[in-house]
């Protein structure tokens, strides 16, 4: 298995997991570190597999937007995997979430050779964990789908 934390190595990784705790009042450190690991195993594996159509959960999600912010630290971790990872965002519509979509990332996570945190893939409804989060993530047209805009990525 891969391991994760050898992709964000810190302080990177800590700058990071601060944004999400500052993000999310209350939320325990160990959460917010695994939160941002699964984010960094589905952009490793958005960058593997570019025409996968992957879709993070509102939670993974969580730590994708904070990765995303430390802007820097994203573009060099992109760089590292090979491809730049887009984020698409679209309002949050429950209804086009389609559980299918979030188990097939999850077995392209470990397709991709890591472990995944299966706790953290929550239907976008289900707020056993609270996160500061709120948009999905589809294809245009509304097909229920999140590519990151992978599918439409190249080389830097």
């Known amino acids: 298995m891969t391991d994760v934390t050898a992709l964000l ?7 990071v997991i601060r944004t999400v705790l500052n993000n999310n009042p209350g939320m325990e450190a160990e959460m917010a570190e695994r939160i941002v690991d699964e984010a960094v195993k589905f952009t490793a594996t ?4 570019p025409n996968a159509r992957l879709r993070p959960s509102r939670v993974v ?14 573009s060099e971790l992109c760089e590292g995997l090979g491809r730049f990872v887009h ?5 949050p519509d429950p209804s086009r ?10 077995e392209m996570i470990a397709r991709a050779g890591f472990t995944v945190d299966d706790t953290l893939w929550l239907a976008p409804t ?4 609270p996160v500061a989060a709120d948009c999905e993530h589809s294809e245009p ?4 789908t999140c590519t990151g805009d992978c599918s439409n990525t190249g080389p830097n």
């Open 61 to 74: 999600d969580e730590g994708w937007h904070a990765l995303i912010l430390h802007t820097r630290v994203y």
């Open 9 to 15: 190595e810190r302080p990177k990784r800590d700058g």
């Open 126 to 129: 289900d707020q056993t964990i």
């Open 87 to 91: 984020h698409k965002p679209e309002p």
């Open 46 to 49: 958005c960058a593997a597999f």
């Open 97 to 106: 979430h389609n559980a299918g979509k979030l188990t097939r990332t999850q």
């Open 141 to 144: 047209g509304g097909e229920n």
